[in-house]
Structure formats: C-alpha cells, structure tokens
C-alpha cells in the first residue's frame, strides 16, 4: 500500500480564516512532506519532517504552520492568507531521507486551495 | 538547487504515435524518478532508476538513467489518451552536511495524447 491520503480536497477561505490541511500515510514512512504546486509548475517545496521533528522550512511565511503530531500525521495551519497563497498543495511521504540509494517519495492527492 | 531541465515543454500528439521526453542536469543524482500528474491530482510515482545505464521498462513506457547519473528520459510507444498528463522528473541528491536526501524537480512536460 502506497497511500497518502489528504483532506479536505477543496477548501475555499477568507483572508481572516484560520483553517487546516490534513494529510495521513501508513505505510511506516518516516519522513513527511509539504510541497506547494502553483497551475503548470513543478511542486514546490515548504517543509519537510523527519522522525517528527521539522528538519527544513524553506522560508516560508508564519501564516502557514506546520505540525506533526505523530509519524502518520502531518497538518498544515493556515492563517491570515493571501489570494496568491491559492495552489494545490500536496503532501508526500518517504520511508526516511537517509542514505539508501532508493529514495521514493509517495503524493497524496492534494487540497485544492482557494483564498478569497 | 539542481536544476532539472525537461523538454520539450509541451507535446501534443495523435494517438498511437511514438515521443520521448528528456530530463537533463549538469548534476549527478543518486537515483532520479519519473511521476505522473493529472490535473487536481497528487503526482503518481511511475518508475525510479538508480544505476547508471539502467533501463527500466512498464507496459508501454522505458525509461533511461544517463550513464553519468545527470539525465534521463522517457520514451512513450503508441501513445494513448490515458497517457495524458504533465510528466515530471525529479533527482535525489544526498546534502553534503547532513546525508539527507533531497528531491529535485524537472520543469515538467505536459503530454497531450489526440484520440
């Protein structure tokens, strides 16, 4: 079983909303992503945990919050947005970012984001 | 940042046709992996190659890893509709510092298969 799972699939919020992301695997995996993905570009990434502990945030404004309460959990709290701050964002997955020369990164489905 | 440079940019083809989409770096990666995407969808992982040389085969695509560990590329024979989508690549690199892995994304190629 190679499943990430993310919710809700789409999310429409005001700029004075604070709202969440959810993502969940179970597949034992150590390390949790977050990427942002803007209309016809690559996923880029936000923040990457490992062993639940947050190992990059590639400067990313505070209005976004991340959190992983567990090794299958990794939320995404959002605040005060902005309307450019509307993309896909996806969660991913690995079974760790260590040294092994096969390293596979699993996508959920993605949260469809839209700030008004 | 390795950059990962795909092309061509966009492919729009007849079904049943043959194309190759190119991912290329003046970096080495220890493995490199192709995925997927659908609009509104999450990437599928497709394939990851780690030797140099290797090719890799599934159902109507191969995928080949540079000699060199810098490139690859994906070859598509008698393309169909459900082939559509924007086809990314991506490299695995090791940081110096810490040995953690960290994966590079390719611009992407988005495929449009004709019926």
């Known amino acids: 079983d190679t499943e990430v799972t993310q919710t809700p699939k789409h999310l429409v919020m005001g700029m004075t909303n604070k709202k969440s992301l959810k993502c969940e695997q179970h597949?034992?995996?150590?390390?949790m992503y977050w990427y942002k993905q803007k209309a016809k570009k690559p996923p880029e990434l936000m923040f990457v945990?490992?062993?639940?502990?947050?190992?990059i945030n590639e400067s990313v404004p505070s209005r976004f919050s991340p959190e992983c309460p567990n090794s299958s959990l990794l939320n995404l709290h959002l605040h005060a947005l902005q309307p450019e701050d509307s993309a896909l964002y996806l969660c991913?997955?690995?079974?760790?970012?260590?040294?092994?020369?096969?390293?596979?990164?699993?996508f959920g489905p993605g949260t469809r984001l839209t700030v008004t | 940042t390795q950059l990962l440079e795909q092309s061509p940019q966009f492919l729009s083809i007849q079904e049943g046709e043959n194309l190759t989409v190119y991912c290329n770096s003046s970096?080495?990666?220890?493995?490199l992996q192709w995925y997927r995407q659908e609009p509104g969808e999450g990437p599928v992982l497709l394939v990851t190659?780690?030797?140099?040389?290797e090719v890799k085969k599934l159902k109507r695509l191969t995928f080949q890893f540079g000699d060199a560990r810098k490139d690859s590329s994906l070859h598509i024979t008698a393309a169909q509709p459900g082939d559509t989508g924007l086809y990314l690549c991506?490299?695995?690199?090791?940081?110096?510092?810490?040995?953690?892995?960290?994966?590079?994304f390719g611009t992407g190629t988005r495929l449009t298969v004709i019926p």
């Open positions: 945990y490992s062993y639940e502990k947050l190992s």
């Open positions: 597949m034992g995996h150590r390390a």
């Open positions: 991913a997955s690995s079974q760790d970012r260590g040294t092994g020369l096969l390293y596979e990164q699993y």
């Open positions: 991506a490299g695995a690199s090791q940081s110096d510092q810490t040995g953690a892995n960290n994966l590079f």
């Open positions: 190659v780690v030797t140099g040389g």
């Open positions: 970096s080495v990666f220890s493995s």
